[in-house]
């Protein structure tokens, strides 16, 4: 088992989401932002390393590389640890890269692992990747595999933002001005000065 921290920002929850409260078990498709550049980066504390043999989900045709942790978290990367880019050809698995397009389908696990020539085809299994990201729940683009977990705390995230330049009408996030409110439950509206919310999730290990 495990405790996972995931962000679930603010757009995702208004947009599809549904609020749970500390105690809830849910079930989330969880992508993970490698290096933490949500909201501007700045996510000390909040990040996650993850070490586990790269699999791959189909969707619609195209395959999502996928991490599959010992203590059951599964989560989705934006590009393929071989080296390869993003193996889907349509973009990353959130669908906001290039050639994604709306709509999902339910994603299938293929049982392709990457050899160690990195093609796909060498002999044996490949040996397990680390990698190191906020984890957050996606709910957008490519169908993505779920975690399942129970919610152990919920932090409300609020966020400043600052001009670009003097007179800009473009706003970027100020990571320094970051703070967390403790809360019992997600609200389905953020508002103003609320960029969503960070949730400790605890998932079982798998059963044998």
Do not use: N
Request: glycine share 18%; hydrophobic share 35%; proline share 9%.
């Amino acid at each position: 088992m495990g405790l996972w921290r995931v962000f679930y920002a603010d757009w995702q929850m208004e947009c599809c989401g549904t609020p749970f409260s500390v105690g809830d078990e849910v079930t989330w498709p969880l992508l993970l932002d490698e290096g933490g550049g949500a909201l501007g980066g700045g996510w000390a504390g909040a990040l996650s390393r993850i070490t586990a043999t790269v699999e791959y989900m189909r969707d619609d045709g195209a395959e999502i590389p996928v991490l599959r942790a010992d203590d059951g978290l599964v989560v989705a990367l934006r590009a393929d640890p071989a080296g390869k880019g993003d193996p889907s050809g349509r973009g990353d698995p959130s669908g906001r890269g290039k050639g994604a397009r709306g709509g999902r389908r339910a994603g299938k696990r293929s049982g392709r692992h990457t050899g160690p020539g990195g093609d796909g085809t060498g002999p044996g299994p490949a040996p397990p990747v680390a990698r190191s990201g906020l984890l957050g729940v996606e709910r957008h683009g490519a169908r993505l595999p779920e975690t399942t977990g129970t919610v152990r705390t919920i932090h409300l995230v609020h966020q400043e933002f600052a001009r670009t330049a003097p007179g800009s009408r473009t706003w970027e996030p100020v990571p320094a001005s970051r703070s967390f409110e403790a809360v019992d439950r997600s609200p389905r509206w953020f508002g103003e000065g609320r960029a969503g919310v960070l949730a400790d999730l605890h998932v079982p290990a798998p059963r044998t």
